[in-house]
C-alpha cells in the first residue's frame, strides 16, 4: 500500500438536525406522551440540496464512509447508533435537547482514522438575541421546522493511492 506524499485531497459534508414540532394529537399516539417534537439528525453531502436524496446519487457518501455511529443521550433506548448505509440519519422523537456524537468511520480501503463531532441538537426556535426560549405550542407549529447544520470539509492527507483512485473515481 502506496501513500501519495503531498497530496491533499477533501470531501465537504454537512451534519446537523432539523427538528419539527408534534400537534397535540400526534403527542397522543406515541409511546411515550411526553414527547414535543420529531427530529432528524445527519451527515450528508454539502452537495446534497435538500430532497436530491436518492440511492447512488451524488450525495451518497457511503462510498468512502463506512459508519456513522451517533451516540445519542441515555435516556433513549440504545443510545449508540450505528447507521451502515446512505442515508446516514437518525430520527426519533423526544422533548429535550442535547449533545450528539457523531463518529464517522471510513472503508477499510483509506486506512483513516475514525473522526468525531459534536452537534447540539436543536429543537427550538432560534431567536434574535439568541437566548433559549421555548414558545408555546401554537406559536412553535406556526414558526415551521427548525434547521442546525454545519459545513464541514474531511480532509485526507497523504492518502493510499488505491483510496485516493476511489475518491477521485467516483
Ligand atoms: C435536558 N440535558 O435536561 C437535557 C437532556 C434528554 C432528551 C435531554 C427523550 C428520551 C426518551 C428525550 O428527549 N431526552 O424518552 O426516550 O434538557
Request: overall charge negative.
Amino acid at each position: 500500500r502506496v501513500r501519495v506524499r503531498g497530496v491533499s485531497i477533501y470531501r465537504p459534508i454537512i451534519y446537523g438536525n432539523t427538528a419539527t414540532v408534534l400537534t397535540q394529537k400526534e403527542r397522543d399516539a406515541l409511546p411515550s406522551p411526553d414527547h414535543t417534537h420529531k427530529w432528524t439528525v445527519a451527515v450528508r453531502s454539502a452537495a446534497s440540496p435538500e430532497g436530491a436524496e436518492q440511492v447512488g446519487g451524488a450525495d451518497d457518501l457511503s462510498y468512502f464512509i463506512k459508519r456513522v455511529t451517533f451516540k445519542l443521550h441515555d435516556t433513549y433506548p440504545n443510545p449508540s447508533r450505528n447507521i451502515d448505509k446512505h442515508p446516514f440519519e437518525v430520527s426519533e422523537t423526544g422533548w429535550g435537547e442535547f449533545d450528539i456524537h457523531i463518529r464517522i468511520t471510513f472503508i477499510a480501503e483509506s486506512g483513516e482514522k475514525a473522526i468525531s463531532v459534536y452537534h447540539h441538537l436543536k429543537l427550538h426556535p432560534w431567536t434574535a438575541t439568541g437566548e433559549p426560549e421555548i414558545p408555546p405550542l401554537d406559536v412553535a407549529i406556526k414558526a415551521g421546522p427548525v434547521h442546525s447544520w454545519q459545513y464541514d470539509e474531511i480532509v485526507f492527507h497523504d492518502p493510499y493511492q488505491n483510496f485516493l483512485n476511489i475518491l477521485t473515481s467516483h
